[in-house]
């Protein structure tokens, strides 16, 4: 069974760090593209950092220089490393797995809450 697994997330002030784990189980992890979105309230869900299996990154404009997305094969586990937060950052943070190889199975996490708040 496939699990997706996300923690980290919390209440930090403007200006603050986060880093957000997803650990992956139930799948061959070095065969996904591995991607972080965000959902916040009355908002669509949107693509906020993507690493492809072969560590190529790719991320949304709103957080380029502040955000970094990095994987560690070994222990089956993407990360969003996320500096100097804004509050409009606050949102539900989910990881989605996409397979590289056919069939195009793709996985989504439960979500994990990040509040930007003074």
């Known amino acids: 069974q496939v699990q997706l697994v996300e923690s980290g997330g919390g209440l930090v002030q403007p200006g603050g760090s986060l880093r957000l784990s997803c650990a992956a189980s139930?799948?061959?992890?070095?065969?996904?593209?591995m991607d972080w979105y965000r959902q916040a309230p009355g908002k669509q869900r949107e693509l906020v950092a993507a690493i492809n299996n072969g560590g190529r990154t790719s991320y949304t404009d709103s957080v380029k220089g502040r955000f970094t997305i990095s994987r560690d094969n070994a222990k089956n586990t993407v990360y969003l490393q996320m500096n100097s937060l804004k509050p409009e950052d606050t949102a539900v943070y989910y990881c989605h797995a996409r397979r590289v190889v056919p069939p195009p199975n793709d996985y989504w996490g439960q979500g994990t809450q990040v509040t930007v708040s003074s």
């Open positions: 139930g799948v061959r992890f070095s065969i996904y593209n």
